[in-house]
């Protein structure tokens, strides 16, 4: 079985301040790993995704996230936030013998001026 | 470009009727998600296909709600009859199948609320 949280369902930063979200997942096979962004009013976009390789992957929007195993973890972060970034972000796994996605329960970005 | 799109984005009815959403999933993809999402319980996985073959829809109430995939093109969600706890944004997602194919994209949603 596969889970995923997701540390506080609410983040504000500051404008220009590192964002940090942090995700933690439990798989019983490999996983594949994605973190999704969603807009008021749209529907999910995939930020970036983890599947083999190099295990810190950058995503779109300057975001950037790194597969721990050892923590099991995929926190995703970038540098500075952005008044834009504030949204909606989840973490996915999948297994990689097509499981279906699970996804956590979500954590809203606030940026402050 | 290729996009998921869902009909209708908007849909207001009252308890006891019939809804119907429709999606249709990226040409060539041959996996389709439908997924439920509320303030209370987040994103709900609802129903899975591939090759239109329903693979899982063990999150789906049996009773009032149905998903077929009548072709390759279409996806339907049908919520017969409808009640005011069905309220919500239903999102369809479909995927490319394989391995190494992976992702799903996601469509815009339909708004429901059930009076």
């Known amino acids: 079985a596969q889970s995923v949280t997701q540390l506080g369902s609410h983040v504000s930063v500051s404008e220009g301040a590192l964002v940090l979200l942090r995700c933690n997942y439990s798989s019983s096979v490999p996983p594949y790993l994605f973190w999704y962004v969603q807009y008021p009013n749209q529907g999910l976009q995939l930020l970036l995704k983890y599947t083999t390789g190099a295990t810190l992957v950058k995503g779109i929007n300057g975001f950037e996230a790194e597969f721990k195993k050892s923590e099991t973890s995929f926190h995703l972060t970038k540098p500075s936030a952005h008044m834009s970034d504030a949204a909606e972000y989840f973490c996915?796994?999948?297994?990689?013998?097509?499981?279906?996605?699970?996804f956590g329960p979500g954590t809203r970005l606030s940026v402050l001026p | 470009d290729a996009r998921v799109t869902q009909t209708p984005r908007h849909k207001v009815t009252e308890m006891g009727q019939e809804v119907t959403m429709r999606c249709q999933p990226i040409l060539g993809h041959n996996t389709v998600f439908w997924y439920r999402q509320t303030m209370m319980q987040g994103l709900e996985l609802l129903a899975y296909f591939r090759n239109r073959a329903p693979l899982d829809d063990s999150g789906m109430p049996k009773d009032r709600f149905s998903a077929e995939m009548p072709d390759a093109t279409l996806a339907t969600l049908k919520i017969q009859p409808s009640e005011p706890r069905d309220s919500a944004v239903y999102f369809c997602?479909?995927?490319?199948?394989?391995?190494?194919?992976?992702?799903?994209?996601f469509g815009p949603g339909t708004r429901l609320t059930v009076l």
């Open positions: 996915a796994v999948r297994g990689n013998y097509g499981q279906n996605f699970v």
């Open positions: 997602a479909s995927g490319p199948l394989g391995r190494d194919n992976n992702e799903q994209f």
